[in-house]
């Protein structure tokens, strides 16, 4: 039998980090997580970490798609908040947001993992920002660092 497992040090890869202007405040906490996440845990060299900005979470999937498209990266790292308001607007925007990124992961075999937080409140959002119930995006960095050695692996056996 034959186990693929990965770890997280990969010295030489490249990530682009999508980060939502739109509750930049608690954007800001995840961003730091995954940045100390792949620098210090995964090696990952400052100039290797691309960061752009948009305005909310629904724009991500645009520029996680033309980012794909041209495979100079190993990951894309996404990072908003998405808070429920008084109406549904919550519901479509992390559905469309999260179902769009799926499909460009998949199209383009390339992870994009999930730093955005879909709470029902502020409070929940600062929580999973970096207090009792962790840093969301550092999680998000640790899931790319593994993938990016997951998919490195395969590669190397159907070579």
């Given at each position: ?88 607007h919550f ?44 840093n969301k ?23």
């Amino acid at each position: 039998m034959k186990i693929i497992q990965s770890g997280i040090i990969n010295k030489t890869a490249s990530i682009a980090i999508i980060i939502s202007r739109f509750n930049q405040f608690i954007n800001n906490n995840l961003l730091s997580g995954a940045l100390d996440t792949l620098k210090r845990i995964g090696r990952i060299k400052e100039d290797n970490i691309l960061q752009i900005y948009v305005p909310g979470a629904y724009e991500i999937p645009l520029i996680a798609n033309y980012i794909s498209k041209y495979k100079k990266y190993n990951a894309i790292i996404v990072i908003g908040t998405i808070i429920k308001g008084s109406t549904d607007h919550f519901k479509y925007i992390a559905s469309d947001t999260y179902n769009n990124l799926s499909k460009i992961s998949m199209k383009y075999f390339i992870p994009i993992t999930l730093g955005i937080l879909t709470t029902n409140n502020l409070e929940e959002s600062i929580e999973r920002a970096g207090l009792k119930m962790g840093n969301k995006g550092s999680e998000a960095a640790l899931a790319a660092l593994e993938m990016i050695n997951v998919i490195e692996t395969l590669k190397k056996n159907n070579d």
